[in-house]
């Protein structure tokens, strides 16, 4: 019964800002963490960010001071907000839930591009 919806994808010019959010059901923010992930064509999918069930946050290296991760707990949403894009971050992103294999939601493209 879970599901996840991203939003918020689309194209922004280098150095723009995004914001990407997983709307949730079916989960519980005091149990479960949600994760973003995003993939190129050719390239592995790569964890961006998690946020823990205690609200602790981990980030990849490459967005590390760029990105961060919250939550509304009241909305269900887990928000991506994504600062000084770069063109290397354009992939689509998909949001999970940390430890619950298939629990995936469709992905949103995000395009930095001048």
């Known amino acids: 019964q879970v599901q996840l919806v991203e939003s918020g994808g689309g194209l922004v010019q280098p150095g723009g800002s995004l914001r990407l959010s997983c709307a949730a059901s079916?989960?519980?923010?005091?149990?479960?963490?949600v994760e973003w992930y995003r993939q190129t064509p050719g390239k592995q999918r790569e964890l961006v960010a998690r946020?823990?069930?205690?609200?602790?946050?981990v980030f990849a290296d490459s967005v590390k001071g760029r990105f961060t991760i919250s939550r509304d707990i009241a909305k269900n949403t887990v928000y991506l907000q994504m600062s000084s894009l770069k063109p290397e971050d354009t992939a689509v992103y998909y949001c999970?839930?940390?430890?619950?294999?298939?629990?995936w939601g469709q992905g949103t493209q995000v395009t930095v591009s001048s």
């Open positions: 999970h839930v940390y430890g619950r294999p298939g629990a």
């Open positions: 079916g989960i519980s923010f005091s149990i479960d963490g």
């Open positions: 946020i823990y069930n205690g609200g602790f946050a």
